[in-house]
C-alpha cells in the first residue's frame, strides 16, 4: 500500500515539476523580447556566460580534437585510409562533439553560476525586494541571464569545433605524417554546408535548454545554503540529461 | 568605469571569436568556397545509367574540379538519367563534341562527371546538351559477365573433351 502511495507521490511530483517547468520558460520567453532592448544586462550576461568560458571550452576543445587525431589516425591506419582523418574528425566534431561537450561544460561552468548567482539573490532576499519595488525579477534578472546563455552557446560551439580541428591536425599531420593536403581538401570535399548547419542548430537547442533549466533551478531553489547547493548540482544533472536526450532525438530528425 | 570597459572589451572579443569561428568552419571546412559569386552556365547528359552519382558530386576535365552536378532526372520519354551540370563561367571553353563519361574515384571513391574534349572549333553554351555519353559502369555488371564468360569457357572445353 505504501508502495502504490509512493509511487503516485512520485509521479505527481514529477508532473508538478515538469508542469512548473514549461509554465516557467513560457513567461521567460514572453519577458524575453523585452529583455533584448536592454543591451547593457544581455552584454553583461554574454560575458559572464561565453567569454569567461572561452579559456576552458577552447582547452577541451584542442585537446577532443587531438584524441580524435590520435584515435582516428590509430582506426583507419587499419583500413589503409589515413587520409580521410580529417572527414572523420571534421564530421565528428562538427555534428556531434562540438556541440554536445560545449553544452555539457556550458552546463558545468556557466550553467552552475547562474543557478548559485539566482538562488543566492532568492536566498538573500534580493528578488522579493525588487518585487516589493514593482520590478518583476522574471523579467530584469532571468531574462538576460536566459538570453547571454543562449546566444553564447553557439558562437562557443563554433570556437570549440574549429580549435578541434585544429587540434586533429596537429596530431594527425604534424606528429603521424598524414599529408597535410589530402587531410584539408578530402574534409573539404566531405563535409557539407548542410553538416555544420546541423551542429549550430544543436548547439542553439542545447542553449535555449541548459540556459532555461540553470535559470529555472536558480529561481525555485530553496532559500537556504543547502538548498542553493542542491539546485546547483540539479542544474548540471538535468542539464546533461536534457542535453544527451536531445541529441539523440534531433540527430534522429535531422539526419 | 574600467570595470565595464573590460567587461565590454572580453564580450567583443568573444563574439568576435565566435563569429570567425563559425565563418572559419563555413568557408573553409565545406567545399562552398566554389559556388560562390561564382558565374556559371548549366549543361545537361543524357546516360543510360547513372549509377552512383550523387548531387553535388563534381564535373571534372583533365582532373580540375570545374563544376556540380546540380540536379539528376528520370526521363521516362526515352528511359534515360539526365544530369544537369553546373560548370563555372570561366571554363566556358569546352568543344561541343566533347565526351562525357561517369568515373570512379579509386576503388571505394565516390563517382564522378569526367568531360573529354573533342576538337571542335564551337563551344558549349548555356543549356546545350552533351551528345556523346558514356553510362557508369556498374561493378556488380563487370563480375557477372566476368563469371559467365568463365563459365561459358569451362563449358567448351568440357564439351570439346566430350567430343574426343
Known sequence: MSLVSEVVDNGRAVLVKSGSFTLFSLRLLRVTPAALRRTRLVVDQVYNTGALSLVIIMLSGLFVGMVLGLQGYDLLQRFGSTESLGVAAGLALLKELGPVVTALL????????????????????????????????????CAPRFLGGVIAMPLLAGIFSMVGIFGAQLVGVTLMGVDAGQFWSQMRGAVELRDVNQGILKSCVFGLACSAIAVYEGYHAAPTAEGVGRATTRTVVSSSVAVLVLDYMLTAVLL | ?????????????????????????????????????????????????????????????????????????????????????????????????????????????????????????TYFKDGDQIELTQSAVVLE??????????????GAKKSEGAAK
Open chain 1, 106 to 141: 556550458f552546463a558545468g561552468r556557466a550553467g552552475t553560476a547562474l543557478t548559485s548567482e539566482i538562488g543566492l539573490m532568492g536566498a538573500t532576499d534580493q528578488l522579493s525586494a525588487m518585487e516589493m519595488m514593482a520590478v518583476d525579477p522574471v523579467r530584469r534578472v
Open chain 2, 1 to 121: 568605469m574600467t570595470q565595464t570597459r573590460a567587461t565590454e572589451i572580453g564580450t567583443g572579443l568573444f563574439a568576435l571569436l565566435g563569429f570567425a569561428a563559425l565563418f572559419f568552419l563555413v568557408t573553409q571546412i565545406t567545399n562552398r568556397s566554389i559556388a560562390w559569386n561564382e558565374q556559371s552556365y548549366r549543361l545537361s547528359a543524357r546516360f543510360d545509367n547513372v549509377g552512383g552519382l550523387k548531387v553535388g558530386a563534381p564535373v571534372s576535365m583533365g582532373g580540375v574540379t570545374i563544376g556540380r552536378v546540380e540536379a539528376i532526372e528520370f526521363d521516362s520519354s526515352d528511359y534515360k538519367a539526365v544530369a544537369r551540370l553546373r560548370i563555372q563561367q570561366r571554363y566556358s571553353r569546352i568543344p561541343n563534341d566533347s565526351d562525357v563519361a561517369i568515373f570512379t574515384a579509386g576503388l571505394l571513391g565516390g563517382q564522378y562527371v569526367g568531360i573529354t574534349p573533342g576538337g571542335a572549333e
Open chain 2, 141 to 154: 555488371n563487370l563480375i557477372s559477365k566476368f563469371l559467365f564468360d568463365k563459365a561459358g569457357q569451362e
